[in-house]
């Protein structure tokens, strides 16, 4: 069988004659060029199954190189390497294609296996490519191993992480995960929803208090920055943080320590900050809701977590995983008629939506068989459901009251998962039920 043959890319005689050695032992053909002109060069005589390059060259850095194998050699995959170890040099070279990234100095067992995952990932057809599973999270979609690669790298350090992506899609796994491959492991993992709290109470939540701080402050509480400390802090949906404490967050970010609510002077802290959002924080700096400065603060090591119709090869993975939890002891299967109708939906709610479609299938199926019967979304007619349920004629307004109003019974009154059931945040949820309070309350008066 053939070799396969991968090319090395580095300005230092002796990394290129080192790393041709691993390759060689691991059995590949290697061959080693100074600098990026170099390596066109060679790409132009020979076809390479991989190419791993040093970051920062003289005469043609990695990135001007890693952007021209794509131009000319569509499809060949590159690991990149930096003796720097920054964040930057490695989240730019994954943003801007490459396979994965490689920071000096490494093991020659580290290389190695790196070059078999790349390559076998690369020549994989999409429904014979590895499937990972990273707490919880499954996928053998190139975009979102990507990703994954990325947290991995960065997990060490102690850049602030920023999570985007759809309601549904696992940011708080992500999150996790970068929280658990790095050295903070087995450290405090504390979460904190900024949507669930009205800014007085997150502000204490997040920084706390002390003793007679407020009324009802009656002993020193400590916050959220300070319980992480030594691990890692989750900001949930940052997005819905209102401006006076978005402030407050800056100074954390900027000067490692937080000033507890009545207290007299700050507290240092080593808490890692990861911070979610389902709404791009790009935009809301444009239009003025998020600070601008914050935002850069939190967007050192952006991550973008695509939904689920744009990773559809991730949907059978999916659908096993599930099975497997949900399964109580029996070994669930999915018909292939249901296998095949799950695959066509586009699937709004994402990775949530699915895994309560499995977990009702599981609930409904006779057996250890889930039918297309039991996975079938709700498909009634509209119109039908409009008259049903007493809404045709009425107002958007009023049927938006209703709608609220029903989800939150059905909830028993939890709007955590009220606003989660209607696609909005806490904080509309809140300020609708303001709004609606406000209204029967003027009625009241004119009547």
Not at 91 to 108: E, H, I, N, Q, R
Not at 340 to 367: D, F, K, P, V
Not at 414 to 427: D, F, P, Q, T, W
Request: glycine share 8%; with cysteine; proline share 4%.
């Amino acid at each position: 069988m053939e070799r396969e043959r991968i090319l090395v890319v580095d300005d230092e005689q002796g990394m290129r004659l080192g790393l041709t050695e691993v390759l060689e032992r691991g059995g590949y053909m290697a061959t080693a060029v100074e600098h990026g002109r170099a390596a066109l060069a060679a790409l132009a005589e020979h076809s390479y199954a991989l190419v791993i390059s040093d970051m920062r060259m003289p005469t043609m850095g990695g990135a001007e190189l890693l952007a021209a194998v794509q131009e000319r050699h569509p499809g060949t995959p590159m690991v990149m390497m930096t003796a720097y170890g920054t964040v930057e040099d490695a989240v730019s070279s994954m943003k801007l294609g490459a396979s994965d990234f490689l920071t000096k100095p490494f093991a020659p067992q580290d290389l190695l296996h790196l070059v078999r995952r790349v390559l076998s990932d690369t020549g994989a057809a999409p429904s014979r490519r590895a499937v990972r599973v990273v707490r919880r999270m499954v996928t053998r979609a190139p975009s979102l191993a990507r990703v994954l690669a990325i947290a991995e790298g960065v997990a060490a350090s102690r850049a602030p992480v920023l999570i985007e992506g759809e309601s549904g899609t696992g940011k708080e796994l992500l999150a996790r995960y970068v929280h658990e491959a790095g050295p903070r492991q087995g450290r405090a993992f504390v979460a904190v929803n900024c949507a669930a709290l009205p800014r007085e109470l997150l502000e204490s939540e997040l920084f706390g208090h002390e003793r007679g701080a407020f009324t009802g402050a009656n002993a020193r509480k400590l916050g959220k920055f300070e319980l992480a400390s030594g691990g890692t802090l989750l900001l949930d949906e940052v997005s819905e943080m209102e401006a006076p404490l978005q402030a407050k967050l800056l100074r954390v970010l900027q000067e490692h320590e937080v000033d507890r609510v009545g207290g007299s002077r700050p507290v240092p802290i080593d808490t890692r900050v990861v911070a979610t959002t389902n709404r791009p924080l790009r935009s809301l700096v444009a239009s003025g809701a998020f600070r601008r400065d914050l935002y850069y603060r939190l967007h050192v090591v952006p991550l973008t977590i695509p939904p689920l119709r744009e990773r559809t090869e991730d949907i059978e993975p999916l659908i096993d995983h599930f099975c497997q939890r949900f399964g109580a002891g029996r070994t669930l299967q999915v018909t292939p008629e249901a296998r095949a109708y799950l695959a066509r939906q586009s699937w709004t709610g994402n990775i949530r939506e699915l895994e309560h479609t499995i977990e009702r299938g599981a609930l409904l199926c006779t057996g250890s068989t889930i039918s297309l019967a039991d996975v079938r979304l709700d498909e009634e007619p509209f119109a039908q459901e409009m008259t049903e349920a007493g809404l045709a004629g009425r107002t958007v307004h009023d049927v938006e009251r209703q709608l609220i109003f029903e989800t939150l019974r059905r909830t028993d009154n939890n709007r955590s998962r009220a606003a989660e059931m209607l696609g909005i945040s806490v904080r509309t949820l809140r300020n609708k039920l303001a709004v609606y309070r406000a209204s029967e309350h003027t009625a009241a008066g004119c009547a």
